[in-house]
């Protein structure tokens, strides 16, 4: 149950795009479509801002996408604004009924 | 509107005990298995346990395995974690959430536990 490793922090200027990566293992992220990323802001509850690798709850812009290959999940957030600053997580099926988190990525926005 | 309500944190000494509720609403509860998440101060998340509708499948992060106990009692739409021989790096906020088919994709507020002497 190790965690997926993600960088620990990427920022851009609002307009810009950033992508996140996470890297899992042929255990986890390369063994299944169930890639989630959360948003979370300080003192706030994780919020669900893509599933299913790559499919957007309802309420959560189009800006925001994802993408996977191999072991490597990938979080892009394209025409970036100031409230897209906050922590974001990924987080893949393990297998066994269990869940495994990513580091977690501080997103600036300069 | 989905809700998810956590409690029954604070403090307590090391090797003592704890108890966690989450009140759940605004959807059908027995439909759903459910999660324990927590967060240690300044860390990133970390998944603590699963319980499935009827409680037939449960799993544990082997950090956990053996002090901490899910349940769930569906006549009252509640999630429990029984924390026993908690350690001080036990600590941290712990989060329900609602697990689908696919995700964890609705969570609680938060509950802090903190582990001192």
């Known amino acids: 149950q190790s965690a997926l490793t993600q960088p620990r922090s990427v920022s851009g200027s609002p307009g810009q795009s950033v992508t996140i990566s996470c890297t899992g293992t042929?255990?986890?992220?390369?063994?299944?479509?169930?890639v989630s990323w959360y948003q979370q802001h300080p003192g706030r509850a994780p919020r669900l801002m893509i599933f299913?690798?790559?499919a957007r709850p309802s309420g959560v812009p189009d800006r925001f996408s994802g993408s996977k290959s191999g072991n490597t999940a990938s979080l892009t957030i394209s025409g970036l604004q100031a409230e897209d600053e906050a922590d974001y997580y990924c987080?893949?099926?393990?297998?066994?009924?269990?869940?495994?988190f990513g580091g977690g990525t501080k997103l600036t926005v300069l | 509107e989905v809700q998810l309500v956590e409690s029954g944190g604070g403090l307590v000494k090391p090797g003592g005990s704890l108890r966690l509720s989450c009140a759940a609403s605004?959807?059908?509860?027995?439909?759903?298995?459910m999660d324990w998440v927590r967060q240690a101060p300044g860390k990133g998340l970390e998944w603590v346990a699963s319980?499935?509708?009827?409680?037939?499948?449960?799993s544990y992060a082997d950090s956990v395995k053996g002090r901490f106990t899910i349940s769930r009692d569906n006549a009252r739409d509640s999630l429990y974690l029984q924390m026993n021989s908690l350690r001080t790096d036990d600590t941290a906020v712990y989060y329900c959430?609602?697990?689908?088919?696919?995700?964890?994709?609705?969570w609680g507020q938060g509950t802090l536990v903190a582990v001192s002497s």
């Open positions: 959430a609602r697990e689908t088919a696919v995700t964890l994709d609705s």
């Open positions: 605004g959807f059908t509860f027995t439909d759903y298995s």
């Open positions: 319980i499935s509708t009827s409680s037939t499948l449960i």
């Open positions: 042929s255990s986890d992220v390369g063994s299944y479509k169930l």
């Open positions: 299913d690798v790559s």
């Open positions: 987080c893949s099926y393990a297998g066994s009924y269990n869940w495994v």
